[in-house]
């Protein structure tokens, strides 16, 4: 039996992923990924450029998602499934083409991690993203924006005769269209999975790539992968070299017998075959291999801390167990990038598939001795000769274009394709996907202007064709703004504020004054960001007297939630509390605004109210990965509710943190304290 493909659906708790941010993601990315490298660390020199080359600083042109929540009601949502005789594949093409489920037949396993609910956080790039099963990471280091986003799927004949399921879309943080083609040869036990990066540009671009896979997890849990050392980063940001198996007294091949979580990049010898495994007490699991241009092999550990467990509860729903993650990438770590010239292309092989090794050559002291034994099991099962002649054969059918289409992505591949003209032979980008969003940037293409009236673009460009049409459309409130947001990313703050002062005086709404508070805030003017920020707040219109674009939040929670932070930084505590007041009642119980009450509060000497607040307990949602918000803030008005009236002292200080322990709901700090 070759692979079939067929449409199907799965139903499961889910939390909607909500709305996009009405607003524009001006921001520097969190520093969750911020390298701090020590000038005795002797790195690869390659790896030393590449940790240096192009890092992301900017989100633009994508949107934030944020708009979820923590209610999970019984939703169904379409699926693909991918079938041979020994495998079955269960893939998400509304959520990214997350591969939900790889089920071996004969012994009746489920290979991956399946999180029975579908609960986002904020862990992608651009916020909303969830955990389980095994996701496609492009873009730049991070969970890529298309966590949560519909791609493109469609049927190819296979190399051996039977179907194969492609994916593809068109990644805008790089500007760059990719695919991935699954497929199950006949009798095989291995997942085929063949991706190609394309750059159609002229130009050079930053390329990123990794295949993250979650893995169920215990204490019997070991990852194996041929190396001696791994470079460790954690959300301390410093990376460094370990030895493998074993490092500061533990042996860190087994997730829970690490306490904080964290990152280990598997230094794999040159000529070695890539692989990683994760295998139960009884040396059984998944097994995951490539061709060598995926070079790079990773453990992600959520580590047996407070803090991680907490995340993995907050991540599912009670009762559900743990998982780490075998990950696969372009570069020995993910806070690289590559280069990918002008009409070059990555592309490579996978294989994801069982393997069953004896447990005592496994779980024994012996290293060497341990990931032979996996190895010799991966080449009796799977060959290396085989991948490579696996990659070889699917290299033709690449370029095959699709037969049936089984899901349709965005339409942001098709306005580039109109732009362009590029001739991207396997992944069309037809022209009846172009939506809502592209049409106004369509219509600009073609005449040099957007639409008047109310269909004018929500969604920015900022790529430099786009850059160059705005500065030659005439003058008006939105081509303004999205001028502004385009010169912006290009880096040209000067001209980006004369943008945005100029839509305002054409008559733009609140938007270009957020944009010029951003524009305060990050030069460090925090008493002119706050009141460009009550400006802004001063023309929002209420929730009640706005009709939100399709697919976008509301203005004035998105604004309030931006303000009140910087209002409190400039020392005007009572307008951030006023414009908490806005807010309908029910919204100013989310946990996004209770945790902004609390620190109002705080801020105007109520320190009952603010620990108020904490004790009646909330959740904020979105809460970012890596952020300490919450045990800051807690510790703040404990600090302020042990001092009185007096200073804060480091004996004050101590005494709080004795007195007023945070509270393990509010436990979400991700490393040493």
């Known amino acids: 039996m070759a692979t079939s493909v067929r449409r199907t659906t799965l139903s499961l708790p889910a939390a909607p992923v909500g709305p996009a941010s009405p607003l524009p993601a001006l921001r520097a990315p969190a520093d969750v990924h911020r390298v701090e490298l020590s000038t005795d660390l002797d790195l690869p020199p390659d790896m030393a450029r590449q940790l240096r080359y192009a890092p992301l600083d900017s989100l633009l042109p994508v949107s934030i998602r944020d708009g979820y929540g923590r209610t999970r009601a019984d939703t169904t949502l379409d699926a693909l499934v991918i079938e041979n005789d020994r495998l079955r594949a269960t893939v998400l093409p509304g959520l990214g083409g997350r591969v939900h489920s790889l089920h071996h037949k004969p012994t009746g396993r489920e290979l991956l991690y399946r999180n029975p609910v579908l609960q ?8 909303a ?9 492009i873009g730049a280091t991070g969970h890529t ?10 049927t190819v004949p296979a190399p051996d005769g039977g179907e194969m399921l492609r994916l593809w879309e068109w990644e805008r943080l790089r500007n760059l269209p990719f695919q991935v083609d699954l497929w199950l040869p006949e ?20 390329a990123y790539w990794w295949s993250n896979t979650a893995v169920p997890e215990d204490e019997h849990t070991r990852v194996l992968a041929p190396a001696d050392a791994a470079w460790h980063f954690g959300y301390e940001h410093r990376l460094r070299r370990i030895p493998v198996p074993e490092s500061d007294g533990a042996d860190r091949t087994y997730p829970l017998r690490s306490e904080f979580p964290a990152d280990h990049f598997y230094d794999i010898p040159d000529g070695e075959r890539r692989w990683i495994a994760s295998l139960d007490a009884t040396g059984r699991g998944l097994v995951h291999t490539s061709t060598d241009t995926l070079r790079g092999r990773k453990l992600f550990l959520w580590g047996a801390g407070r803090a991680g467990r907490r995340w993995q509860q907050w991540l599912t729903e009670p009762g559900t167990g743990g998982y780490a993650e075998i990950q696969a990438g372009l570069a020995r770590t993910q806070l690289e990038h590559l280069r990918l010239d002008g009409g070059a292309e990555f592309a490579w092989l996978e294989a994801y598939g069982p393997l069953a090794a004896d447990p005592a050559a496994v779980h024994g002291r012996d290293w060497d001795a341990a990931r032979r034994a ?18 070889a054969a699917w290299r033709p059918y690449a370029d095959l274009e699709p037969k049936e289409t089984l899901a349709t992505g965005s339409g942001w ?6 732009r362009t003209g590029h001739e991207l032979p396997g992944t069309p980008f037809a022209e009846s996907t172009l939506g809502p969003e592209q049409r106004p940037w369509l219509t600009l293409l073609h005449t040099g202007d957007f639409p008047r009236g109310a269909d004018v673009p929500t969604a920015s460009l900022v790529a430099p064709p786009w850059r160059d049409l705005l500065e030659s459309a005439p003058p008006g409130p939105a081509t303004d703004h999205h001028l502004g947001i385009a010169q912006w990313h290009a880096g040209d703050r000067a001209q980006a504020v004369r943008s945005w002062e100029r839509a305002l005086a054409h008559g733009a709404d609140c938007r270009p004054l957020y944009c010029l508070a951003v524009a305060e805030e990050t030069a460090g003017e925090t008493a002119r960001a706050a009141q460009r920020y009550a400006e802004a707040l001063a023309c929002a219109p209420d929730d009640t007297e706005e009709e939100p674009a399709a697919d976008t939040a509301p203005l004035l929670p998105a604004l309030v939630r931006a303000a009140v932070p910087a209002l409190l930084a400039a020392g005007r505590s009572d307008e951030a509390a006023a414009a908490l007041g806005r807010l309908p009642a029910d919204l100013r119980a989310d946990g996004r605004f209770a945790l902004l009450t609390a620190q109002a509060a705080l801020a105007q000497g109520d320190v009952r109210a603010a620990r108020a607040v904490f004790d009646r307990g909330f959740e904020v949602p979105d809460l970012r990965e890596g952020d300490e918000v919450l045990s ?18 480091d004996t004050v200080r101590a005494r709080a943190r004795a007195d007023h322990p945070l509270p393990e709901r509010y436990e979400f700090r991700m490393r040493a304290v």
Do not use: K
Request: hydrophobic share 45%; aromatic share 8%.
């Open 145 to 154: 924006t298309l966590s949560c986003a519909p791609v493109h799927a469609a």
């Open 120 to 127: 986002p956080a904020h862990f992608a790039l651009n916020g």
């Open 187 to 206: 009798s095989s036990d291995f997942l085929h999975v063949g991706v190609r990066i394309r750059n159609p540009h002229l130009t050079a671009v930053p």
């Open 374 to 391: 996996v190895g010799d099991r991966l080449e009796a099962a799977l060959p290396r000769d085989s991948v490579d002649a696996a990659y």
């Open 413 to 418: 591949g098709a306005l580039e394709q109109a």
């Open 129 to 137: 993203w969830f955990s389980g099963g095994i996701e496609w990471n």
């Open 632 to 649: 800051d803030t807690w510790y703040a008005i404990a600090e302020r509710m042990t001092a009185g009236t007096g200073p804060v002292t």
